[in-house]
């Protein structure tokens, strides 16, 4: 099986790539909707983040945005927080990644937004990075509910520079064109895979 992992900045479209590639018959894991099974009742991220930021909780689940607020600018309360979410969010994604492999799968990409931030990227067989102009970039994330110009600042200063990915990437996926235009830049990328790994 071959296991890529896909990235991007804010706003560059990897949830859009990613179920592209999906389309196509690859199987996918994405982190942030991990995060959201973790979050939602019942998710194992609940409980201890009930602890540690009580007022976050709102009928039983965690409120994304109440919590993104108590993090903001505070570089303790994030660091608790990933504490608590980066291991449960590992074993969401091992335990995808052996069902795949059960299920003999080919091609399994991973969507992880801090791939290279968190030195990811030596966990895959190749890494895909998913990119865009930057002002394409911020008039996506200034249009996302509850975002602010400080938060998309934030954002982009914990992130690695979009160059930086590109460089370093097997593939690019440019998404500032058109919907078909980027399915066939995936699929590109997905006919390269299966002849380099003679799949």
Known sequence: MITVGLTGSIGMGKSTVTRMFEGEGAAVWNADDAVHRLYAKSGAGVAP????????????????????????????????LEAIVHPLVSTD?????????????????????LLFEKN???????????????????????????MTEKKFRSILMKQTPDAEKRRRADFVIDTSVSLEETRAQARAVLAALKKRFAI
């Open 93 to 113: 994604r091992a335990n995808f990644l052996d069902n795949a492999a059960r299920d003999g799968v080919d091609i399994a990409v991973l969507d992880i937004p």
């Open 49 to 80: 983040i009930a602890e540690r930021f009580p007022s976050a909780i709102v009928e039983g689940a965690v409120d994304r945005t109440i919590l993104s607020g108590l993090v903001l600018g505070d570089a303790l309360s994030l660091a608790d």
């Open 120 to 146: 990811y990227e030596k966990f895959f067989d190749a890494v895909i990075v998913v990119t865009a102009p930057a002002s394409v970039q911020k008039e996506r994330v200034m249009a996302r509910p509850g």
